[in-house]
């Protein structure tokens, strides 16, 4: 059991370590410098183009021209302490940043991971029931089509369509700058507001693979024995999907659902970007057009971390779950 | 009035591709407090019978037939009015799997589920009752608490009987509850299954492969075989003379029936394909005949409450001696009987093996029974004819024997060749290539190479074990249908004649002809033998299935011959 524990930890650091060093290196692979960025990303903002002398000021006071291992060894170092460095770009450090856009992506995607989870059952178990019926076909195969389409260009629909025309909801932002909140549950409302449809769009996008798991788990387990057993023992057909078929069937949509986090974290870069949403993912891109090396370093790590600690909780929440593959 | 009917039930199972008949028309009845066992090997419609009964068929199983229980019919119910059945009147123990029990609920739990449903009691009642139902199977309370897979077999089979047992149902169907199990285990199973029965009067339904479980529970018994039921009656006439060719196969691979005999299964598989039209056996049989294949037997009472299915009225009788006596003229003019007055029956693919020690008259009645001698008085009928006047010998299908000197019975001057071929020269049987591939049929049945070389050997050429496969195999040419081996192993060394016998017997039980194997060896006799006859001085002293003459020998001769063999 010791022995278990310790060459867990090992292997956690040793990935850690892994991702580290790729975190390090692949933003200083991409071409170009923090400070040669010549392109300004949004209309109208000011383009500042740096004389080489300015450029090679900058470049030894962020310490970017020392060699390479010693730069990995400073942000090691730096890292031990809880230092991530300074954002270049937003000229604070890079936890503070961090920390003021986190909440805003765990929102939408633990939201998402919520409904797309509950939808996805309630879909699967529906499909399950009527299996070789027209209805379960249907929707199978409208599922499988709808999983086809790319998160982002979705978003870049229901964004059209129901912020640009419809004008439902709001184009940008995670809530109505200037706003002034006459006490908390409008301020919530409004959170609501403009986490809807990015929540919407990244639940839609894992909706068919919560559904198409639980509608095969399901069918499986309606074949197993205990399922004859329960129907045997006249039970009713409700108690016997409920309590004997899905109970077993939601054990890898729980599974699912963790390492869906872990994915989304990723995938969230787009989404937040076709709805301007100031999540990690947004400030992501911002980071990686303006070659912040520190933020981009962070925010990967972050993404990293919160995938592994996501799988130590499916691993976790799995053990409570089935009794069987508890300790 | 039957607590429990069953009428003409089909089950068959039908999918994109074909139609399995897994069921395919049974009917029984159990009466109160009865209890009935359907034994057949694995496949042959068993369990879809209970699942049948409880409505718990797959939805591709196209159903016919009626199920009544207390005269209302439950078999055409739809599922909610057919959900007051289970469980409260009809429960089923499950064969214990893994999976039989739902794997993320204690076990405690899913044994009070049916009270809670059908019995309206509080959490704390079921739960206490659940903690006596536990006792009643000799399973302490505290494992309630446990999850399935935390149990052992054993454990998992006594709660799958205290879940049934849970809501006091009237019948109770037993699906293969030991097959899992250890002996142990399964003896303690058993007289549970007999306590309570006599405790509470269950009647049951009691399934599974294992023949000698269900005839120590069951008064009656049916066996099945492919969907249909070929024979029925009281347990214990089936187990001692099964008629259908099925079930005497059925006893006779059973260890435990058999306890000294060696395993052979009935060899052979169930007809492929549904549109099989006869005998579901007819495959495997070794007695069927044109109209086996024409039509499925109907089942029809026999004597003594049994029923058979079988077009032959069950396992047929190829030979039948009557009377037989022989003497011998000795030097001082007296005569010794040698054979005296011996009745003798031998039927379809039967091992009737006859011990007795030397000079008791074995010898005398093989070569009477195969033709070699004849009879002062009495005669011998094979397939109803006598075997003098029709000379069986001299074709095929008829009656060979292979003699105990190999060296004497074939000729060292003959070639393999001829030695092999020529009862088929003699006879006048097939073309030359025909008896040339007759004979090299036969030798691969021995296992002796059926090469040029080989062919053209001369028998004096051959070792002791090669001569006696090739005096078989000269037998074998003739593809008798009766084979009469006279102490073919005693020429032999232990191992030779060890090959020769499992040779012989495997022969026998993929071939399916009847074998009366003559010798003096009582352990080897026991390792083949379905009967054996025990002769003294001329006389069948006693004759019964090899296991009783065994264990329990009658005469006083018999008892001798058991005691003569020397403890190791």
């Not at chain 2, 893994?98 to 794997?103: I, R, T, Y």
């Not at chain 2, 495997?506 to 074998?515: E, T, V």
Request: charged content about 20%.
């Amino acid at each position: 059991m010791a022995n278990d524990r310790n060459s867990f930890v090992f292997r956690l650091l040793l990935t850690l370590f892994v991702i580290l060093v790729i975190n390090f290196f692949l933003p200083r692979m991409m071409p170009g410098d923090p400070f040669s960025t010549t392109s300004a990303d949004e209309v109208g903002e000011e383009i500042i183009v740096m004389t080489e002398e300015q450029r090679l000021y900058y470049m030894n006071y962020y310490g970017l021209d020392r060699p390479l291992h010693e730069q990995f060894l400073v942000y090691m170092k730096n890292l031990m302490t809880g230092d991530l460095g300074r954002s270049i770009y937003y000229k604070m450090p890079v936890s503070d940043v961090i920390i003021l856009h986190l909440p805003w992506t765990m929102l939408i995607v633990l939201g998402s991971t919520v409904i797309s989870t509950i939808f996805g059952v309630f879909l699967g178990t529906l499909s399950a029931k009527n299996r070789k019926k027209g209805s379960d076909r249907i929707m199978m195969t409208g599922m499988i089509a709808f999983a086809e389409i790319p998160s982002f260009l979705l978003g870049l629909i229901l964004l059209l369509f129901f912020s640009a025309y419809l004008r439902l909801f709001p184009l940008a932002g995670a809530i109505t700058s200037f706003a002034d909140y006459s006490g908390p549950a409008e301020h919530t409302w409004d959170i609501l507001y403009h986490a809807f449809l990015p929540i919407v769009t990244l639940s839609l996008s894992q909706l068919t693979g919560v559904y198409l798991l639980t509608r095969n788990t399901l069918i499986t387990v309606t074949t197993k024995d205990y399922i004859r057993t329960a129907r045997a023992k006249g039970l009713g057909e409700k108690t016997v999907w409920t309590r004997h078929a899905l109970r077993n069937a939601l054990l890898p949509v729980v599974t699912r659902a963790g390492f869906m986090i872990g994915i989304m974290m990723g995938g969230v870069v787009l989404v937040e970007s076709v709805f301007s949403y100031p999540g990690i993912g947004m400030i992501l891109r911002c980071a990686v057009v303006g070659r912040d090396y520190p933020l981009i370093q962070g925010i990967l790590l972050v993404i990293a971390v919160s995938i592994l600690i996501c799988n130590l909780l499916v691993d976790k929440i799995y053990s409570k779950l089935d009794p069987r593959v508890a300790i | 009035m039957s607590l429990l009917k069953v009428n003409n039930l089909k089950c068959h199972y039908q999918t994109d591709i074909s139609t399995v008949k897994a069921v395919d028309g049974i009917s029984f009845e159990i009466e109160e407090g009865e209890i009935l066992g359907i034994v057949g090997e694995s496949g042959s419609g068993k369990t879809t019978v209970a699942l049948g009964i409880m409505g718990l068929l797959p939805e591709n199983t196209a159903i016919t037939g009626d199920i009544f229980y207390r005269e209302q019919v439950i078999s055409s119910l739809p599922e909610s009015k057919m959900d007051r059945f289970r469980w409260k009147d009809i429960a089923i123990v499950f064969q214990n799997g893994l999976e039989v029990l739902n794997p993320v609920m204690k076990v405690g739990v899913q044994v009070t589920e049916p009270m809670r449903k059908h019995l309206d009691i509080s959490p704390d009642k079921a739960r206490s009752k659940c903690a006596d139902l536990f006792r009643t199977v000799n399973l302490d309370p505290k494992w309630m608490d446990s999850y399935p897979h935390q149990l052992s077999g054993g454990m998992r089979q006594r709660v799958l009987l205290a879940m049934a047992l849970s809501c006091d149902p009237k019948v109770l169907i037993l699906d293969e509850v030991t097959s899992a199990l250890d002996a142990f285990t399964r003896k303690e199973i058993r007289d549970l299954l007999v306590e309570l029965q006599k405790k509470n009067g269950y009647t049951m339904l009691m399934i599974s492969h294992d023949i000698t479980f269900v005839s120590s529970v069951a008064s009656r018994v049916f066996v099945m075989y492919s969907g249909r039921v070929v024979e029925t009656g009281p347990v214990k006439d089936i187990l001692v003379s099964p008629r259908h060719p099925y079930t005497r196969g059925l006893v006779h691979s059973t260890p435990d029936i058999f306890v000294y005999k060696d395993l052979w299964g009935i060899p052979g598989d169930f007809p492929a394909g549904d549109e099989f039209k006869g005998c579901p056996f007819s495959p495997r049989c070794t007695q069927k005949i044109e109209k086996c294949k024409e039509a499925p037997p109907d089942l029809i009472p026999i004597a003594g409450g049994r029923n058979i299915a079988c077009h032959r009225g069950g396992v047929a009788g190829l030979l039948e001696a009557k009377n037989l006596s022989y003497r011998y003229r000795l030097p001082d003019r007296k005569y010794l009987k040698a054979v005296d007055n011996v009745d003798l029956e031998v039927g379809e693919g039967e091992v009737l093996a006859i011990v007795g020690q030397t000079g008791s008259g074995k010898s005398t009645l093989a070569h009477i029974l195969a033709n070699v001698m004849r009879p002062e008085s009495g005669e011998v009928m094979f397939m109803d004819e006598n075997v003098s006047k029709c000379n069986y010998g001299n074709r095929l299908n008829g009656v060979q024997i292979v003699f105990q000197d190999p060296f004497s019975s074939t000729s060292n001057r003959f070639t393999v060749l001829d030695a092999i071929k020529e009862p088929l020269d003699i006879n006048k049987i097939g073309s030359k290539e025909d008896r040339l591939q007759m004979v090299k049929n036969a030798l691969e049945l021995v296992h002796l190479p059926g090469t040029g070389n080989f062919l053209s050997k001369y028998c004096g050429e051959l070792s002791g074990g090669q001569r006696q496969r090739v005096a078989l195999a000269r037998a074998m040419v003739m593809q008798p249908k009766l084979l009469i081996a006279d102490e073919i192993t005693s020429a032999l060394d232990v191992s030779t004649s060890a090959n020769v016998l499992r040779l012989l017997k495997g022969l026998q039980n993929r071939r399916g002809f009847a074998m009366i194997y003559i010798s003096h060896d009582l352990s080897m006799t026991l390792k083949i033998a379905d009967r054996i006859a025990v002769m003294n001085h001329g006389k069948i002293v006693e004759t019964g299935n090899s296991h009783d003459v065994m264990l329990s020998p009658s005469d006083e001769y018999t008892k001798r011959l058991v005691d003569s063999r020397i403890p190791v």
